[in-house]
């Protein structure tokens, strides 16, 4: 194990036992049997140590999600990978509150893959007409929930003491981000379904089909059609 590998496992281990989420790099160096002068040329400073860290153990959660085979309904994925993000989370919770409470001036690379891995579940989605915004917009939606709703239950327990409070916020965000695809489709929503399954599938369409610019003028049109729906709803 080479001597950065060494350092981050101790920082992690450290960290999983700390009661305030915290480690100082003097007892880093000591576990690790290192001198700090060595961790600083490794990690430029303490930040750049936590968020080395906090993606060395979120890496476990983002391989499985990696590895999972894909379900016959891409629904049956958004629903697991929220579970396992916030069972994650409960598991890990001083790795989790530096990923997304903290402002590390080093930003770990794990949160931006897990955003991608959701937008591919949403794409698919999106592929099968069943969304009511875009994936982008949806992706953010799920993410800020299901992060808020896990940083409630890891930061404020005695607040919070009931974990299937995150399976009421996920129902609730599916229900905001998806069309019921059992009840009668209405006229409106079936053109906005339409627009954000045309829209996920742009980047496909470029260059075969279409220009960047041209791309890009077709994606401002598209985008316009859930708005003006959702306006002419309001009415």
Not at 27 to 51: H, T
């Given at each position: 194990?080479?001597?950065?590998?060494?350092?981050i496992?101790?920082?992690?281990?450290?960290?999983?036992?700390?009661?305030?989420?915290d480690?100082?790099?003097?007892?880093?160096?000591?576990?690790?049997?290192?001198?700090?002068?060595?961790?600083?040329?490794?990690?430029?400073?303490?930040?750049?140590?936590?968020?080395?860290?906090?993606?060395?153990?979120?890496?476990?959660?983002?391989?499985?999600?990696?590895?999972?085979?894909?379900?016959?309904?891409?629904?049956d994925?958004?629903?697991?990978?929220?579970?396992?993000?916030?069972?994650?989370?409960l598991?890990?919770?001083?790795?989790?509150?530096?990923?997304?409470?903290?402002?590390?001036?080093?930003?770990?690379?794990?949160?931006?893959?897990?955003?991608?891995?959701?937008?591919?579940?949403?794409?698919?989605?999106?592929?099968?007409?069943?969304?009511?915004?875009?994936?982008t917009?949806?992706?953010?939606?799920?993410m800020?929930?299901?992060?808020?709703?896990?940083?409630a239950?890891?930061?404020?327990?005695?607040?919070?003491?009931?974990?299937?409070?995150?399976?009421?916020?996920?129902?609730?965000?599916?229900?905001?981000?998806?069309?019921?695809?059992?009840?009668?489709?209405?006229?409106?929503?079936?053109?906005?379904?339409a627009?954000?399954?045309?829209?996920?599938?742009?980047?496909?369409?470029?260059?075969?089909?279409?220009?960047?610019?041209?791309?890009?003028?077709?994606?401002?049109?598209?985008?316009?059609?859930?708005?003006?729906?959702?306006?002419?709803?309001?009415?």
């Open positions: 194990m080479s001597t950065r590998s060494r350092i496992e101790v920082t992690a281990a450290l960290l999983a036992q700390s009661p305030t989420g480690v100082s790099t003097r007892a880093v160096c000591e576990a690790a049997g290192v001198q700090q002068p060595a961790l600083y040329r490794l990690f430029g400073d303490k930040d750049g140590l936590l968020a080395a860290t906090v993606d060395h153990v979120w890496e476990q959660y983002l391989a499985m999600k990696r590895a999972a085979e894909r379900s016959a309904d891409p629904l994925d958004l629903r697991a990978g929220w579970d396992s993000h916030t069972a994650f989370a598991a890990h919770p001083n790795a989790y509150r530096l990923l997304f409470a903290t402002t590390l001036t080093t930003r770990p690379e794990s949160a931006d893959e897990a955003m991608r891995l959701l937008r591919e579940v949403l794409d698919r989605l999106a592929a099968d007409g069943r969304l009511r915004v875009v994936s917009t949806a992706a953010q939606m799920v800020a929930a299901n992060t808020g709703v896990a940083l239950l890891v930061l404020q327990p005695s607040l919070y003491p009931d974990a299937g409070l995150s399976a009421l916020v996920r129902d609730a965000t599916h229900r905001a981000i998806l069309r019921d695809v059992d009840a009668v489709d209405h006229a409106s929503d079936a053109r906005t379904a627009a954000n399954t045309l829209t996920s599938g742009l980047g496909e369409l470029v260059p075969a089909t279409f220009s960047p610019a041209e791309a890009g003028l077709l994606g401002e049109w598209l985008a316009r059609v859930p708005a003006a729906e959702a306006h002419s709803t309001q009415k």
